[in-house]
């Protein structure tokens, strides 16, 4: 872990040394932070997570990491063939900031499944009137 690009990219941007380091399974990273085991962790920052462990995605405004934004990609052809599917997946652009996934993420982890979590952020969503038009 320690070894990654971001890691170093973040150790040269902010100056950190950290006095020590523990590589751990990834499932005990958030336990390890909320018990003080630990300082800092690297996560993903849409980690449902975050929020339900009382935790604070650190601003890199030196641009250390890259962003990793979700792009959607379409074969050739789908908006000829479901013109529909191809707007409505447009209109969900912007819509799924980090903050929007993390409790989307957080219901997921509470129990809901993924599929009706979606389903009522897509309904929500289209009924705001941001729907494609």
Known sequence: LFQ????????????????????????????????????????????????????????DDRRAIPPYDAVILARPGLEAERPRVVRVLTALGGALTPQAMRELNARVDGGESARAVAASFLARRLASGASAR
Request: glycine share 8%.
């Open 4 to 59: 990654r690009a971001e890691w170093r990219a973040l150790e040269r941007a902010y100056g950190l040394r950290f006095a020590s380091r523990r590589t751990m399974d990834p499932s005990l990273l958030y336990q390890a932070v909320t018990a003080r085991e630990v300082d800092v962790i690297g996560a993903y920052s849409c980690d449902g997570r975050i929020a339900s462990h009382g935790l604070v995605v650190l601003a």
